[in-house]
T-cell receptor, first 111, second 116 residues
Framework: QQQVKQSPQSLIVQKGGISIINCAYE??????FPWYQQFPGKGPALLIA?????SEKKEGRFTISFNKSAKQFSLHIMDSQPGDSATYFC??????????FGGGTRLMVKP | DGGITQSPKYLFRKEGQNVTLSCEQN?????MYWYRQDPGQGLRLIYY???????QKGDIAEGYSVSREKKESFPLTVTSAQKNPTAFYLC???????????????FGDGTRLSIL
């Protein structure tokens, strides 16, 4: 019930393309869904987060789409750049429970 | 600059040895966390602390121990009881309070532990 499943494990996108990473969860009590970005040799950094009262949140080129009925949420990176090449983690939590992370997606954006 | 400092960046351990990983923060955060990162498995919570002199087990606490004697510091000891300690260890902090579930976590740059 605490698991968050993330796909794909790796993704290659051409510069300027759209990168899409998907996550699915089982625990309907989850009410906070952040995405973290991690560059090699560094710790993750919070990228963007959403709560289930909205279906979409956009910050610059990064958008989270949330589908409560399907228990899925996704990260879209528009106009992907080589500097976006990193590992992305989705996560979920609710009051009284700590963050549960997905397995990560390694994104490579080719110039 | 406020942040989290983990040291050392690389650490090697012989079989049967305990090793301690350092984590210091100057963000004035009450809550601190330790995660283990393995390829393809995301981050798994080892221990967390909501306040000085208090800490709680996470999902994979067996073979690890922590202390929280100062607000700024949350060292992790990997004991000889941890059968598969080779991993990337990440320390994080957040503002703290009663409910930690929706707080942004700030991470250090990790310590990579390897067994000789």
């Amino acid at each position: 019930q605490q698991q968050v499943k993330q796909s794909p494990q790796s993704l290659i996108v051409q510069k300027g393309g759209i990168s899409i990473i998907n996550c699915a969860y089982e625990n309907t009590a989850f009410d906070y869904f952040p995405w973290y970005q991690q560059f090699p040799g560094k710790g993750p950094a919070l990228l963007i987060a959403i709560r289930p009262d909205v279906s979409e949140k956009k910050e610059g080129r990064f958008t989270i789409s949330f589908n409560k009925s399907a228990k899925q949420f996704s990260l879209h990176i528009m106009d992907s750049q080589p500097g976006d090449s990193a590992t992305y983690f989705c996560a979920a939590s609710n009051a009284g429970n700590m963050l549960t992370f997905g397995g990560g997606t390694r994104l490579m954006v080719k110039p | 600059d406020g942040g989290i400092t983990q040291s050392p960046k690389y650490l090697f351990r012989k079989e049967g040895q305990n090793v301690t990983l350092s984590c210091e923060q100057n963000l004035n955060h009450d809550a601190m966390y330790w995660y283990r990162q393995d390829p393809g498995q995301g981050l798994r919570l080892i221990y967390y602390s909501q306040i000085v002199n208090d800490f709680q087990k996470g999902d994979i606490a067996e073979g690890y121990s922590v202390s929280r004697e100062k607000k700024e510091s949350f060292p992790l000891t990997v004991t000889s009881a941890q059968k598969n300690p080779t991993a990337f260890y990440l320390c994080a902090s957040s503002i703290g309070g009663a409910d930690l579930s929706n707080q942004p976590q700030h991470f250090g740059d990790g310590t990579r532990l390897s067994i000789l």
